[in-house]
Nanobody
Framework: QLQLVESGGGLVQAGGSLRLSCAAS????????MGWFRQAPGKEREFVAA????????YYADSVKGRFAISRDIAKNTVYLQMNSLKPEDTAVYYC???????????????WGQGTQVTVSS
């Protein structure tokens, strides 16, 4: 079982920045594609960003491209989501996810964290 724990959420002003972290344990972190999803109240969970197991490729939703950056630190078994130029519409619970491949991750993921709240004030 791959365990994922998110952290780094909080309250920031519009235009500010946050860095989310997702710490993995239990299995070989480097073998998985990793990603971030988010869900606002009353809305469907949506894809935000992903990074392949070898960190060769990254993928972003159009809504965050140019503002967010996903990265991973293999030695620390951690994936990050650097969020810049935050907007009120970015307010949501952010979930870390993992899967064997990027395609599987986008379909629905295989492992999920508990989520961390990000609130952006206007």
């Amino acid at each position: 079982q791959l365990q994922l724990v998110e952290s780094g959420g909080g309250l920031v002003q519009a235009g500010g920045s946050l860095r989310l972290s997702c710490a993995a344990s239990g299995r070989t972190f480097s073998s998985y594609a990793m990603g971030w999803f988010r869900q606002a109240p009353g809305k469907e969970r949506e894809f935000v960003a992903a990074i392949t197991s070898g960190a060769v490729s990254t993928y972003y939703a159009d809504s965050v491209k140019g503002r967010f950056a996903i990265s991973r630190d293999i030695a620390k078994n951690t994936v990050y989501l650097q969020m810049n130029s935050l907007k009120p519409e970015d307010t949501a619970v952010y979930y870390c996810a993992a899967a064997r491949t990027y395609s599987i991750l986008r379909i629905g993921g295989e492992y999920w964290g508990q989520g961390t709240q990000v609130t952006v004030s206007s």
